[in-house]
């Protein structure tokens, strides 16, 4: 169809040789996909009319065009990648999937060839509790025009996908579960779901600061003054901010969302990484029913604590904390009160506040507590 067009004519809207034109039609050469879009709209045809004919692409055998990640299954594969996936800045290179569960892997690659067709990959196991999964780098490309990021995620702080904050509530399920199943925690010491991520701060970090602290350690972010945390605040998680969204979808409010703490490399670059905790009987069961997570291990976990909140008073249990502390000191911080009641800090200060209501507690300066003896 193409001979009734000039050679240089070809070559100037093509942007290809004749000779690698004669080679794709020998299939002697893959065919690029935007190659075959150039030739596709001097014929004035649509790339969809032909897909049922496209046999191969770039090591996809069979590929189940159009792709269309708008769907529950996409929107988890998306998020997987966001969270423990590395898209490469060079597109000649394998996308990354790294997680210490096989179980993840594998469904991973099983979405993946639902979504796309069969192809090649490689799993590897490094060190003693992490896998390593190397996909086509034509999924890299594919991602990258539906929100995955090519790059250092830290260093971007890339945005949720809209289609997936706007889309509907199993969209955001498989999202979300996802989120919490790669980096997300259940602690049951806490009574506490925690979800971390972390960006990369080095602009708005005074490098007058950087000797101050050591580095390669993690340092809570209150060493810093106050005016550079009200500062870096601003400096929000694009990604936490958007399943903080997802979760007041379904009727979880987080107790807490802020930075927590920071990192200085050896390079000099500074990270810092945002936290929010649920927490609260009710979310947590709310969480369990709508939501839950893809790993045995963790719906376990999260079950231990929904139970462990049914079987305590919490203020009964929040008042024999505060007096069996009083007896060594007078005065308690909230983080020493949470730590003896078995809760997370945001939490201890929640029982604190009811404590303090009910006259049981009194306030003496900024998290000073004591037992009131009247």
Known sequence: MLNKFSREYLEKFIKKSLSQLKDYTKRSRNITIRTLKNALKILGLLLDSISPRIIEI????????????STPEGAE????????????????????????????????????????????????????????????????????????????????NPYLPKDILRGDDNIKKFAIRR????????????????????????????????????????????S????????????MCNLLKGELLILKSFGITPVSFRPVKFRINKSGNVTMTWQMIITERNNL??????????????????????????????????????????????????????????????????HLRRLILTRKVIKNGWNKYTLNRR
């Open 58 to 69: 770039s090591g996809i055998k069979n590929p189940k065009l159009p792709f269309n990640l």
């Open 77 to 156: 594969v998306r998020m997987a990648f966001l969270s423990d996936g590395h898209n490469p800045l060079n597109p000649k290179k394998n996308l990354k999937y790294q997680a210490g569960e096989i179980e993840s892997h594998k469904r991973i690659i099983k979405l993946c060839k639902d979504l796309f067709g069969e192809f090649s990959l490689r799993t590897e196991k490094e060190g003693k509790n992490k896998y390593q999964s190397y996909f086509p780098c034509v999924i890299g490309d594919i991602l990258e025009l539906s929100g995955v990021i090519r790059g250092s995620k830290i260093k971007k």
């Open 179 to 222: 989120s919490f199943t790669d980096e997300g925690s259940c602690r049951v010491a806490s009574c506490a779901l925690y979800l971390s991520r972390n960006i990369d701060i080095s602009s708005s970090f005074p490098d007058k600061l950087k000797s101050a602290f050591p580095k390669e350690k993690c340092i809570h972010i209150n």
């Open 224 to 235: 810093l003054p106050k005016n550079l945390i009200k500062l870096l605040k601003n400096k």
């Open 285 to 350: 069961k709310r969480y369990y029913k709508k939501i839950g997570f893809l790993l045995k291990n963790k719906n376990e976990k999260l079950e231990e604590i929904i139970k462990k909140y049914d079987k305590v008073d919490r203020f009964n249990d929040s008042v024999k904390a505060v007096t069996d502390l009083v007896k060594n000191k007078k005065i308690f911080t909230h983080q020493e009160f949470a730590e003896k009641i078995g809760v997370c800090p945001e939490r201890g200060l929640f």
